[in-house]
């Protein structure tokens, strides 16, 4: 559809997602790896699925597609591309350990609330 | 971009979107249905030897276990904090890839909803000099730009709770159990029916299709609930009534309203509006008529776990819920006597979580 919209999209999270976030061990660095454990997983999960649909459709289509997978090899334009979705992935799990790099107190960053502040 | 619908439920735009949150509903599940419960174990044991041993000071007869001992006690158990971690986290990435997900196809969403109006104006009421009150402008359950400040609030919502509900309303089953577990007036009349706090719409639009012959109305403080509630209203056949504007101050007539419910709306309120809101739907319910109530615990006779009040306590600060701790603390019950109503417990729910009130103003 072509109709585009004049309301003001928020392209910003909100302050309770975009900002410094919450920590709840003395030890910053637990939340963080939990928070890595959370998206690698969800990523796991993400792909394993993809690759289960895309089995699916290719089988019903009749298509063998295993050993052309192993033979294939990738052009620059694809390795780009790929490389581009390799970065966010690392962006996407390892990045809590940049929005809280510090312990709770410390002045470098805004420090982290436990949630039990108020 | 637009992958369709799960039932009544929207799809996510993507693949990979939907396969994310999926794992989040499952991953939700274990957390607050396997972990949540031995927490819950672990702190109400440690709680009872700390009393034991004098740790703990024993309250005062008729008073309640105070906050700070019971978060204390709780988090020596280091899962506590773990589980905290991930309850937070979830929630976080929900939110993200839902609101990403959604954005997507934004001209599609808000076109559908603009063409709902413009199909049938007379069933959305939206007052464009209603101003929404800094009190209801939360990022409740830390949902970005809350209830009222995201045009896609709507939808977000929608696939939101459903990841919140872990997976068990996708088909509304929730929303049909209160709208059809809501009580009906004595002498059998209904004829027009009140939904306060109606978010979306999806116990509302059960309810005309249990009502049929009434005059059925949400009203919501959210205009992108609002909008989206009456989008998806027309979608599924129902002639329903939404409004945007404030439960303690609706604009509705005197004694209009032959039953009136709400669902989880108080805890998201403070206390002052509550008892305004009370006030407030006892004047639009004609003599004789209901106010179902389905809600938040209260503590004002100490009926609450410990274990329920620390994962409150912690909703409340991690989960923007701003107001419910003054409400669990609150009489509830007592509050909607006070304003005339006679009260009863309510039906059962599937839930247990949640008490349920059946509210009467006298014939």
Known sequence: MDQKTDIEVPAKLGDEIGGAGKAY????????????????SAAVWTYHDRVNVLETVLAEKGIEVSDAIEAHLPDQAEIARREEERAALVQRVFGSFVRRPTARGNSINPSPATGDEQ | MNRGAIGVTPRPTQLADESYLEFITSFRRLAIQEMFPKVAEHGEVALAKALENGDVAAPNEGDAISLGEIRKVFGQNPVTPTFQRFVRTQQEMMWRRTRESFYRDIDNVMAEMDEAETAHPERIHIDPEFVEPDYTRREI????GGYTDDPMGGIV???GTKVFYEGFNDQDELHIELAEKATKPADGVVNNVLD???SIGQATTTLKKLYPEAEVWGLDVGKPLIRYAHARA????????????????SGFADGQFDMVLSYILFHEVPVAKMKEIIAETYRVLRPGGTFSIYEFPSNDKNQVSASHRFLIDYDSKNNCEPYSPGFVAADFRGIIEEAGFEVEQGPLLTNP??????ARKPA
């Open chain 2, 196 to 198: 306060i706090g109606c």
């Open chain 2, 234 to 249: 027309l979608a599924h056949g129902e002639e329903v009534h939404f409004k945007q504007g404030l439960a303690e101050e």
């Open chain 2, 141 to 144: 359950h830390c949902q970005p």
């Open chain 1, 25 to 40: 061990f003395n030890d910053v660095v637990i939340d963080n790896i939990l928070d890595a454990l959370l998206e690698l």
């Open chain 2, 353 to 358: 979580f949640l008490q349920s009130l059946v």
């Open chain 2, 157 to 159: 919502f929608h696939y």
